[in-house]
């Protein structure tokens, strides 16, 4: 109870600032379109203002405060403004449209999802190579550890051009990249969790005669299951930047990431703003979703969540 | 064909060392732990040069380990440019303001009860949402110089380092908070003597993660607009000019400047943590 009040306040506390850091960061912006509409300001023309701090301005045109959470492309717009264009590109709009956050999103989700399929199905295998074959071991999972280190997403652009260089486009080349992403977080997290077993257990299972099959099935798997699970929250995230960031460089012309691009092209900030929000709604859904999963998977295994 | 049987018989051979390697009973010297994934790594590219020159790939589309190594060494000075400009000033400068920042803001958190329990779940909340989409924004705000770069890694780094070490600060026991107290240590006497170095592997943890991060978001913000030198800026040119080489030797920079920045945190890690039982093994 405590916690949710404390949680709102700082909610509450971001909201009032953002309404705050409208007026400075718009100011500008509304004094230059009510001067054209022929009101008073001070000073009156563009250029004097470009040189003045913004809160000078506020100071001296005061009448103009109440305009800052309307204007139509605001440098930063107001958050019921986002809501609003949230609002009105999801759930008025028919989900076919081209400007429906939805169909947007179901683009990137799907990329999202296929990747995510894919990086975490061959991250779970690479684990299990490298967790029973001593060579594997050595030889693969230095390089895992390494690649994390590297800012994979540069290679993005490439994997999409030389795709597409072969025929391969459409939600492939994305997957790709998402994969990629999710892959190494799988395989680290998954390699400790099938360690996880200490010697005594299996210790234990030796002294029942259970094959490696039987080992594998009964102990390390179950164990390796909270790790998994914690790697797979890391891994979808990671998946949905991939995928987002997968449509930047190439102009796509679906997806919250060329929504992000064509808002940037055009000035367009609250479309920006909304397809941000769309894809930190889109990620903390998939977050929980994986949470709910994990709460059922482990009770379903007698494991005490 | 010639090349491609060699490519397979040497991808057997270092296959075949590497397990003569890894099982023998010297495979847990500290020699054989480095040579066994280098003879791996050096596999990997003959297999790859063998492979992209026996099926006659066009090394337009894949370039092979030489080409890209050739390139490498033929752009030193626009790679040292961009290097300058994404990494030096982007990424390094958003990287110190932002750990700072997070740094500062969880003494304050971790001083307040109301605050931690406030902050820290929106935090969490944050940290993992994709901040790059920030980028577009910031680069709207700060112009198309490192400025807006280091904005973009100053916002995607401060959520996890501020987490990490406010989970850090909470590390130390009841018993060795009411210790300090017996010695009639003041806040910050406690907080410089037990908790900090407590929470010290917590910090690093995060500021290790946002290594990463820091480079990710300076490389991502070039795509949203940029000056002509960069590395982002160079790989989606590159990548329009069909270049490709060039954006591998692009991201081989990349990939050597993520390991170096992480080692030196690892490094730094290692000297201040050293009592710690990870580092300890």
């Not at chain 2, 030489?66 to 440019?81: D, G, Y």
């Not at chain 2, 300058?84 to 001083?111: E, H, N, P, W």
């Not at chain 2, 989409?133 to 501020?162: E, H, N, Y």
């Not at chain 2, 806040?187 to 037990?194: G, N, P, R």
Request: with cysteine; glycine share 8%; proline share 5%.
């Amino acid at each position: 109870m405590k916690t949710v009040l404390a949680v709102l306040s700082v909610l509450a506390a971001i909201a009032v600032i953002w309404y705050a850091a409208c007026v400075p960061m718009n100011i500008k912006g509304v004094l230059d379109a009510a001067e054209r509409s022929g009101a008073e300001v001070v000073p009156a023309t563009a250029r004097e203002r470009r040189d003045m701090g913004s809160f000078g301005l506020v100071a001296t045109n005061s009448f103009a405060i109440r305009d800052v959470w309307s204007q139509d492309r605001p440098r930063l717009p107001a958050p019921h403004q986002v809501a609003v264009e949230l609002w009105e590109t999801t759930v008025e709009k028919k989900i076919t449209s081209k400007r429906s956050l939805i169909y947007h999103g179901q683009v990137t989700l799907s990329a999202t999802l296929l990747g995510f399929v894919i990086g975490t199905g061959l991250g779970i295998l690479l684990a299990v190579g490298i967790v029973h074959s001593r060579v594997m071991d050595m030889s693969v999972m230095p390089w895992a550890i390494v690649s994390q280190t590297i800012p994979i997403i540069a290679l993005a652009p490439m994997i999409i051009v030389v795709l597409y260089s072969i025929g391969v486009q459409g939600i492939l080349p994305k997957a790709v990249i998402s994969a990629y992403l999710s892959f190494f977080p799988v395989v680290v997290g998954m390699v400790k969790g099938l360690r996880s077993p200490d010697q005594m257990q299996l210790d234990l299972l030796k002294t029942y005669n259970a094959s490696l099959g039987q080992g594998f099935w009964k102990l390390r798997l179950p164990a390796s299951m909270p790790y998994l699970f914690a790697s797979l929250k890391i891994g979808i995230a990671a998946s949905l930047v991939g995928a987002i960031v997968g449509e930047l460089p190439t102009g796509a012309v679906a997806g919250l990431g060329a929504r992000l691009l064509a808002g940037s092209y055009y000035g367009q900030t609250v479309q920006i703003w909304s397809a941000l929000f769309a894809a930190a709604i889109l990620a903390a859904a998939l977050v929980a979703l994986l949470g709910v999963i994990e709460r059922l998977v482990l009770k379903r295994m007698g494991v005490q969540a | 064909m010639m090349m491609v049987s060699m490519a397979l018989l040497v991808w057997c051979g270092g296959w075949w060392l590497n397990g003569r390697l890894a099982n023998s009973p010297a495979s847990n010297t500290s020699a054989v732990k480095l040579l066994v994934p280098a003879i791996f790594g050096v596999t990997l590219l003959i297999v790859w040069e063998l492979l992209v020159r026996g099926l006659e790939v066009s090394l337009v589309i894949l370039p092979a380990p030489s080409v890209i190594a050739a390139r490498f060494a033929t752009s030193l000075p626009i790679l040292w440019q961009d290097f300058q400009q994404t990494i030096l000033k982007g990424a390094l400068s958003g990287y110190i303001i932002g750990c700072g920042a997070a740094l500062l803001m969880a003494i304050a958190v971790d001083r307040s009860d109301f605050l931690r329990r406030g902050l820290l779940p929106v935090g969490n909340f944050v940290a993992a949402l994709p901040i790059v989409g920030t980028a577009p924004i910031l680069v709207m705000w700060f112009g198309f110089d490192w400025q807006s770069k280091a904005a973009v890694v100053v916002v995607m780094v401060f959520f996890p380092v501020l987490v990490n070490t406010v989970a850090g600060l909470r590390e130390t026991s009841a018993m060795q908070r009411d210790l300090m107290q017996t010695y009639a240590a003041s806040y910050w006497q406690s907080f410089f003597k037990l908790r900090l170095p407590a929470a010290l592997p917590f910090v690093f943890n995060g500021l290790k993660i946002s290594t990463t991060l820091a480079l990710v978001g300076a490389i991502v913000a070039e795509f949203f607009g940029s000056p002509t030198v960069g590395m982002g800026f160079r790989i989606s040119t590159s990548v329009g000019q069909l270049a490709l080489d060039m954006v591998w030797a692009e991201i081989l920079v990349a990939a050597l400047a993520g390991s170096a920045f992480y080692g030196m945190m690892a490094l730094i890690e290692k000297t201040l943590t050293f009592w710690h039982p990870s580092q300890r093994g």
